[in-house]
Protein backbone atom coordinates (compact mmCIF):
# COMPACT_ATOMS: atom_id res chain seq x y z
CA UNK A 1 0.00 0.00 0.00
CA UNK A 2 1.06 3.19 -1.04
CA UNK A 3 -0.23 6.38 1.30
CA UNK A 4 -0.55 10.35 0.20
CA UNK A 5 -1.91 12.96 2.50
CA UNK A 6 -2.20 15.18 -1.07
CA UNK A 7 -5.61 15.91 -2.12
CA UNK A 8 -6.25 12.56 -2.97
CA UNK A 9 -8.67 12.12 -6.16
CA UNK A 10 -12.77 11.93 -5.74
CA UNK A 11 -14.12 8.24 -5.67
CA UNK A 12 -16.40 9.09 -8.74
CA UNK A 13 -13.12 9.89 -10.37
CA UNK A 14 -10.92 6.86 -9.78
CA UNK A 15 -11.86 4.88 -12.73
CA UNK A 16 -11.05 7.25 -15.20
CA UNK A 17 -8.06 8.36 -13.81
CA UNK A 18 -6.60 4.66 -14.44
CA UNK A 19 -7.16 5.09 -18.44
CA UNK A 20 -3.76 6.29 -19.92
CA UNK A 21 -3.81 9.94 -21.09
CA UNK A 22 -6.38 10.46 -18.93
CA UNK A 23 -6.00 13.49 -15.91
CA UNK A 24 -8.08 15.75 -13.49
CA UNK A 25 -6.11 18.45 -12.81
CA UNK A 26 -5.21 20.33 -16.10
CA UNK A 27 -3.21 22.90 -14.47
CA UNK A 28 0.26 20.63 -13.56
CA UNK A 29 2.38 19.30 -16.23
CA UNK A 30 2.36 15.82 -17.18
CA UNK A 31 0.68 13.60 -19.81
CA UNK A 32 -1.78 11.21 -17.37
CA UNK A 33 0.15 7.96 -18.00
CA UNK A 34 0.90 6.81 -14.67
CA UNK A 35 -1.37 5.29 -12.82
CA UNK A 36 -2.84 3.75 -16.40
CA UNK A 37 1.06 2.21 -16.98
CA UNK A 38 0.69 0.67 -13.25
CA UNK A 39 -2.46 -0.72 -14.06
CA UNK A 40 -1.62 -2.43 -16.85
CA UNK A 41 1.79 -3.99 -15.10
CA UNK A 42 -0.58 -4.91 -12.55
CA UNK A 43 -2.82 -6.49 -14.32
CA UNK A 44 -0.26 -7.94 -16.73
CA UNK A 45 0.70 -9.82 -13.36
CA UNK A 46 -2.84 -11.30 -12.77
CA UNK A 47 -2.87 -8.68 -9.24
CA UNK A 48 -5.55 -6.46 -8.57
CA UNK A 49 -4.76 -2.36 -7.69
CA UNK A 50 -7.56 -0.22 -5.86
CA UNK A 51 -7.63 3.18 -5.53
CA UNK A 52 -8.95 4.25 -1.86
CA UNK A 53 -9.13 6.65 0.70
CA UNK A 54 -6.00 6.86 2.91
CA UNK A 55 -5.85 7.76 6.66
CA UNK A 56 -3.58 10.59 5.81
CA UNK A 57 -6.49 12.35 4.06
CA UNK A 58 -5.44 11.63 0.85
CA UNK A 59 -5.24 8.47 -1.55
CA UNK A 60 -4.34 5.12 -0.93
CA UNK A 61 -2.88 3.10 -3.69
CA UNK A 62 -2.92 -0.81 -2.96
CA UNK A 63 -1.53 -3.66 -5.11
CA UNK A 64 -1.92 -7.16 -4.09
Do not use: C, F, K, T
Given at each position: ?10 PGDRDQVLNR ?44
Amino acid sequence: MIDDDGPGIPPGDRDQVLNRGSRLDEQIAGHGLGLGIVRDIVDSWGGHLQLLDSPLGGLRVSIS
